[in-house]
């Protein structure tokens, strides 16, 4: 895949370098600005990315304003912004992509290569958006997406405190002890950032960094290796080394795993909008509305044909943060079946319809899935207490309609004859 161009380069002094492994892979054409021009070649050459090529310049605030509004005001789909950095720098522009300034060119290229791939899904969510009416504005990148941005912590001892708590503080944390306990989370959830930590034992790491680029699921997963420099896969996209402070290997990898995020998030846009808008982008459930109609249909044809029909409430109690829900929420599109219904409730709790399964199959399948989220899904910020689902279970009767099925539920009646 050549890089589609043009491309802006940012450097105080030439970056012949930096050009000639963009002009390889297929970058044209290639144009170099100064900080204190950045708006205006950003304006004349309209880039699809910018590489930002000194790590060792650093803008004055008011050219860094400037570099800044123009970026977002664009409009469009997402410029990505790719940042050369040194051992003891961070990308100037919050929200580049960093890039090692000893990496190997083919990595940068990789990286690069995986955002622009992101800005064709983000182009495509907003053209198909466009036609579908003034209504969807959801294919955006939100400033707070970073709160929605699940990174797995993997490290034992001293190590894990200081990774996990400026996690915590930008994202949502999922902690891990063991390689196997990673290694379930992986599979079981929508991970976007991997930091693997010290502490695990010989070997532990390098055998983590085999495990995730042998899946081709997770060869474009951002992952941090702290302490470590000489571990390395060249499968791996977005691994990012860090030596002596973990806080700066946070603020590196943080950028990444935002836009891992906001390729899934353009994902459940382009679902949704692929249903006509009866999946919610946010949640990948089923909206309200669209589940109600179904329900009420699938009741009637229990009632017709005899087939069994199983409903569920899933209920989280005494949580106050929305992020708790909305993790629930997707990590029940990853636990259902393909014949099952499901949307999230105004109070958080998920209302999931079983077809063709009686109530004592439909309670073992409840207790699966609630196992899972009891294990998994993310715990509210500063509450890192184990999440306890609550199960409701009804099976329709003979004599049920839609009301009185869902009011033994405990349900609110009134949303399901809206």
């Avoid at 043009?6 to 297929?26: C, F, I, Q, R, T």
């Avoid at 420099?229 to 946070?250: F, Q, S, Y």
């Avoid at 998994?376 to 009767?397: F, Q, Y």
């Amino acid at each position: 895949m050549a890089l589609l161009g043009p491309m802006l380069m940012v450097a105080e002094s030439s970056a012949a370098d930096l050009a000639n492994v963009l002009g390889k892979a297929g970058a044209f054409p290639i144009a170099q600005t100064r900080w204190a021009d950045v708006p205006a070649a950003i304006a004349e050459t309209q880039p699809v990315a910018i590489a930002i090529a000194d790590p060792q310049v650093t803008p004055s605030p008011t050219q860094l304003s400037a570099a800044i509004e123009s970026i977002e005001m664009r409009g469009g789909p997402v410029t990505p912004v790719i940042s050369v950095i040194d051992a003891s720098s961070i990308p100037a522009i919050p929200g580049a992509l960093p890039i090692a300034v000893n990496e190997c060119p083919d990595r940068l290229i990789a990286r690069l290569r995986w955002a622009l791939r992101i800005r064709t899904l983000h182009a495509t969510a907003l053209r198909r958006s466009r036609a579908s009416g003034p209504d969807k504005v959801f294919t955006f990148m939100p400033p707070n997406l970073l709160e929605e941005t699940a990174v797995l912590c993997v490290a034992r001892g001293g190590s894990y405190p200081v990774l996990s708590a400026p996690i915590g503080e930008r994202a949502g944390l999922i902690g891990a002890l063991s390689i196997e306990t990673a290694a379930r989370y992986l599979n079981a959830r929508d991970v976007d950032a991997v930091i693997i930590g010290e502490g695990l034992g010989p070997g532990v790491g390098e055998a983590l960094l085999t495990l995730v680029a042998s899946d081709t699921r997770f060869q474009d997963l951002p992952v941090g290796v702290l302490n470590n420099a000489a571990a390395d896969d060249k499968r791996l996209v977005n691994l990012v080394r860090a030596e002596g402070d973990p806080v700066r290997l946070v603020e590196c990898i943080l950028p990444l795993a935002r836009l891992h995020a906001f390729e899934a998030r353009l994902a459940r846009a382009l679902k949704s909008l692929e249903s006509e808008g009866a999946i919610d982008p946010n949640t990948g459930l089923l909206v309200a509305q669209v589940f109600w109609r179904k329900l009420e249909r699938a009741v009637q044809e229990s009632q017709e044909t005899g087939v069994a029909l199983s409903i569920a409430r899933f209920t989280f109690e005494g949580i106050a943060d929305g992020r708790a829900y909305v993790d629930a929420a997707r990590l029940f599109t990853r636990l259902g079946r393909n014949t099952d219904l499901a949307c999230q409730e105004q109070d958080g709790s998920i209302l999931a319809a079983f077809a063709k399964t009686d109530l004592r199959s439909a309670h073992l399948l409840a207790r699966q899935i609630a196992s899972v989220l009891k294990h998994t899904m993310l715990s509210p910020s500063d509450d890192r207490r184990v999440i306890k689902p609550t199960i409701t279970l009804a099976a329709v009767k003979p004599a049920d309609d839609l009301s009185t099925l869902v009011a033994r539920l405990g349900a609110p009646v009134k949303v399901a004859a809206e």
